[in-house]
Structures are given as structure tokens and as C-alpha cells.
Antibody, heavy 119, light 107 residues
Framework: QVQLQQRGAGLLKPSETLSLSCSVS????????WSWVRQPPGKALEWIGD???????NYNPSLKSRVIISIDTSDNHFSLKLTSVTAADTAVYYC?????????????WGQGTLVSVSS | DIQLTQSPSSLSAFVGDRITITCRAS??????LNWYQQKPGKAPQLLIF???RLQSGVPSRFSGSGSGTDFTLTISNLQPEDFATYLC?????????FGQGTRLDIK
């Protein structure tokens, strides 16, 4: 079964760039979108964006100017970069497979990475 | 963006009870509504997709219904492992959004 393993730094200073990666194993990497979602403390989950194997991306307009999602099909992983972070970007960040059946749902998810932004 | 409002925000129930959680969309979303269970410190897990379709491996005591703007998640015969937070998510709009969650505690 498909498993997603996240890696990346968890403590950042304001204005730095958040970088996370997500490795996919145990299943097909092709023909799916791969997504990033975050959960600020005490707030609802927020979809950040997703990427298809050929590099086509979709971003949440609220973050689009600061987000880059990239993919490496040779190594079955995809990455998230979020520039110019502030305290408002403090959240648990998840990667997930985006499945389009009767709409779009996320399954499975990575284990989550707590990213804290503080001076 | 489409807003999803869950109610109640929290509830308490006994093992064996039947509970219902509601998710209301700010505009019609057909049946593009999914439900997840999230336990503390863990990632969400898909329960229901397409408003009423049970994800493989999810116990049949979980069920979903609704279309348009009003949706419900029902859990029958609550088990100890069901005490968690439940989230709804819509994909009708290009900007995917989630509800704020309903926390289910054991009474």
C-alpha cells in the first residue's frame, strides 16, 4: 500500500524559506496528483496546492505568490517550498495523495511535520 | 472560497451511542463532500467520499448522507476507538476547503 514519508526542517525564522519533501513508496506515483495541506494550531486544515507527475500545479490563491511545489518522478518524491514565512505559517504540514473519484479526496497522508516560525 | 461549517463543534457520547455530525456548505457542492477522522498528533484518515461512499476498510457503522449544502456523518454503535475529531472537506470548488472539525469525546 502507498506510504508517504515527510522530511524537512521544523524551526524557521521570519523571512526564511520553508522546505519540505515527501517520498512515496509502495504504489504508483504516476497518474495521481500529490498535495500539500497544512493545519495551523487550533484552525481548520488549509489546502496549499498539488502537482501532477508532468509538473502541472494548482495552488491555493491565498498562498500562490509564495509557494512552489515540485516533483521528481525518477525518485518518487515531491517537495514544497514556501518563501518569506511569518508566524502565521506556523502549522503542521502534511503531504497527501490527491485522488479524483467522485470529487477529490486525500488518501493516504504523510505523518505530518510541525513547522514553527519564530524569531 | 466555499465555507464549510460543522456542528456541533464538540459533543460527548457513550460507547454504543449513535451520533450525527453536520457539515453545511456556504453554497451548493453537489455531493463533492468527504469526511475524515483525525486523532491527536496524527494525520486525518478518510472515512467517506462523495458524500456517502464508504472508503475501503472503514467499518460500516460509519455512514454519510446529503447533497447540495447539507451533509451528515453518522456513527452508529460508537466504539472506544471512534473518539476523535471529524472533519469535512469539499472539492466542488477549485479551492479545496475543510470544515473546522467536530471533536467527539467519551462521556
Amino acid at each position: 500500500q502507498v506510504q508517504l514519508q515527510q522530511r524537512g526542517a521544523g524551526l524557521l525564522k521570519p523571512s526564511e524559506t520553508l522546505s519540505l519533501s515527501c517520498s512515496v513508496s509502495g504504489g504508483s506515483f504516476s497518474h495521481y496528483y500529490w498535495s500539500w495541506v497544512r493545519q495551523p494550531p487550533g484552525k481548520a486544515l488549509e489546502w496549499i496546492g498539488d502537482i501532477l507527475q508532468d509538473g502541472i500545479t494548482n495552488y491555493n490563491p491565498s498562498l500562490k505568490s509564495r509557494v512552489i511545489i515540485s516533483i521528481d518522478t525518477s525518485d518518487n518524491h515531491f517537495s514544497l517550498k514556501l518563501t518569506s514565512v511569518t508566524a502565521a505559517d506556523t502549522a503542521v504540514y502534511y503531504c497527501a495523495r490527491h485522488v479524483a473519484v467522485g470529487g477529490i479526496y486525500f488518501d493516504p497522508w504523510g505523518q505530518g511535520t510541525l513547522v514553527s516560525v519564530s524569531s | 472560497d466555499i465555507q464549510l461549517t460543522q456542528s456541533p463543534s464538540s459533543l460527548s457520547a457513550f460507547v454504543g451511542d449513535r451520533i450525527t455530525i453536520t457539515c453545511r456548505a456556504s453554497q451548493t457542492i453537489d455531493t463533492y463532500l468527504n469526511w475524515y477522522q483525525q486523532k491527536p498528533g496524527k494525520a486525518p484518515q478518510l472515512l467517506i467520499f462523495g458524500a456517502s461512499r464508504l472508503q475501503s476498510g472503514v467499518p460500516s457503522r460509519f455512514s454519510g448522507s446529503g447533497s447540495g449544502t447539507d451533509f451528515t456523518l453518522t456513527i452508529s454503535n460508537l466504539q472506544p476507538e471512534d473518539f476523535a475529531t471529524y472533519l469535512c472537506q469539499q472539492s466542488y470548488d477549485a479551492v479545496i476547503t475543510f470544515g473546522q472539525g467536530t471533536r467527539l469525546d467519551i462521556k
